[in-house]
T-cell receptor, first 110, second 113 residues
Framework: AAGVIQSPRHLIKEKRETATLKCYPI?????VYWYQQGPGQDPQFLIS???????DKGSIPDRFSAQQFSDYHSELNMSSLELGDSALYFC?????????FGPGTRLTVT | AQSVTQLDSQVPVFEEAPVELRCNYS??????LFWYVQYPNQGLQLLLK??????LVKGINGFEAEFNKSQTSFHLRKPSVHISDTAEYFC???????????FGTGTRLQVTL
């Protein structure tokens, strides 16, 4: 069965640079979520989209923005990167509440 | 607001022994409950879920969990663990009003010979 796809899987950036993470949800899923998992921490909700509209917002910094496109894929844009942004970023998609997670993008900021 | 508490940050257990990982939640509305497993350097894999119906749910890899509304708990159990069960386990709660998953802080299950 098709799963959630995230790209890239690994990304290394320097401080103050910009990064774009992509997420391709499971076909026919109507909601996309973004989570950030710092080292040794639980995943923290960033933002979600339902039918291409932002549906909820969590602890997402103002330096980050996200959108969902007409083909339902989503992108998380991160600007002015800081060392503390180094984390695993998960995308999840869902239909009626049950979320399926992608493998994550590991972002390292140096 | 909803919240999830996993009281045990680490649970060491010998192989073939039973294990219970505890999870308690709080919410003012009806919830869906999930357990996810995360192996080292990997993503989150759904172990099992409670949406409605029978309070005893069975998941993959021989795990099961019981939803107890009166105690607001959703403890995860396995009668006999294997070395390969060593991983981080996250309990999570979802409500339609919040439209997101709220995770507990995780329990590290360490299985040894």
């Amino acid at each position: 069965a098709a799963g959630v796809i995230q790209s890239p899987r690994h990304l290394i950036k320097e401080k103050r640079e910009t990064a774009t993470l992509k997420c391709y949800p499971i076909p026919r899923h109507d909601t996309v979520y973004w989570y950030q998992q710092g080292p040794g921490q639980d995943p923290q909700f960033l933002i979600s989209f339902y039918e291409k509209m932002q549906s909820d917002k969590g602890s997402i910094p103002d330096r980050f923005s996200a959108q969902q496109f007409s083909d339902y894929h989503s992108e998380l844009n991160m600007s002015s990167l800081e060392l503390g942004d180094s984390a695993l970023y998960f995308c999840a998609s869902s239909l009626r509440g049950e979320q399926y997670f992608g493998p994550g993008t590991r972002l390292t900021v140096t | 607001a909803q919240s999830v508490t996993q009281l045990d940050s680490q649970v060491p257990v010998f192989e073939e022994a039973p294990v219970e990982l505890r999870c308690n939640y709080s919410s003012s509305v009806s919830v869906y409950l999930f357990w996810y497993v995360q192996y080292p350097n990997q993503g989150l894999q759904l172990l099992l879920k409670y949406l409605s119906g029978s309070t005893l749910v069975k998941g993959i890899n021989g795990f099961e969990a019981e939803f107890n509304k009166s105690q607001t708990s959703f403890h995860l159990r396995k009668p006999s663990v294997h070395i390969s069960d060593t991983a981080e386990y996250f309990c999570a709660v979802y409500t339609g009003t919040a439209s997101k998953l709220t995770f507990g802080t995780g329990t590290r299950l360490q299985v040894t010979l």
